[in-house]
């Protein structure tokens, strides 16, 4: 399965995370500014595995956000 990169927003906040998933898990994320929103850029960005736990407690309080891609 392919490695997919999406951008996920926090609701209550509006903090906008970039996540990496293998194989539909959550591998890696990192917190960004939205003015980053890029399709772009996510492959490059430095995923840290251990804000992975953080997105996982509650992840009904991410939503999805324009600017997924598939490597």
Do not use: C, N
Not at 19 to 47: F, M, N, W
């Amino acid at each position: 399965m392919a490695t997919v990169y999406e951008f996920w927003q926090h609701r209550a906040t509006g903090d906008v995370w970039a996540v990496k998933l293998s194989q539909g898990r959550v591998v890696g994320a990192t917190q960004i500014s939205r003015a980053d929103v890029t399709a772009e850029l996510l492959p490059y960005l430095a995923y840290r595995s251990d804000d992975v736990a953080d997105l996982q407690k509650q992840p009904r309080d991410f939503r999805r956000i324009d600017g997924r891609r598939v490597a």
